[in-house]
């Protein structure tokens, strides 16, 4: 059974720098993608960053040059570091591994196979 649980969220000013983590269990597969959404109280869930198995990334536009994603030296932990943080990147992040590739902006309209529950991020201005 694919289980994922997020850590890390919290309260930080604007301006302020947090780390999400995603520790992921039971996924065995070779090929996959990993990735981190987010989503505002009246918003739609929306594709935050991506990794692919080989390293290959990918990012909403909104959150490039201030968000890093990254995975663990075992690949079953997922991180997402956030720095320069904005009002508007308040929502609560979950990640989640979707079968196969992320192949360009897929993950983030089809989303993810298998989801945690999420980690909520505030953020004071």
């Known amino acids: 059974q694919v289980q994922l649980v997020e850590s890390g969220g919290g309260s930080v000013q604007a301006g302020g720098s947090l780390r999400l983590s995603c520790a992921v269990y039971?996924?065995?597969?070779?090929?996959?993608?990993m990735g981190w959404f987010r989503q505002a109280p009246g918003k739609e869930r929306e594709g935050v960053a991506a990794i692919d198995d080989d390293g290959s990334t990918s990012y909403v536009d909104s959150v490039k040059g201030r968000f890093t994603i990254s995975q663990g030296n075992a690949k079953s932990t997922l991180y997402l570091q956030m720095n320069s943080l904005k009002p508007e990147d308040a929502a609560m992040y979950s990640c989640?591994?979707?079968?196969?590739?992320?192949?360009?902006?897929?993950?983030?309209?089809?989303?993810?196979?298998?989801w945690g529950k999420g980690t909520l991020v505030t953020i004071s201005s």
């Open positions: 989640g591994v979707l079968h196969g590739v992320c192949s360009g902006d897929y993950w983030a309209r089809y989303g993810m196979d298998y």
């Open positions: 039971g996924y065995t597969y070779s090929s996959y993608c």
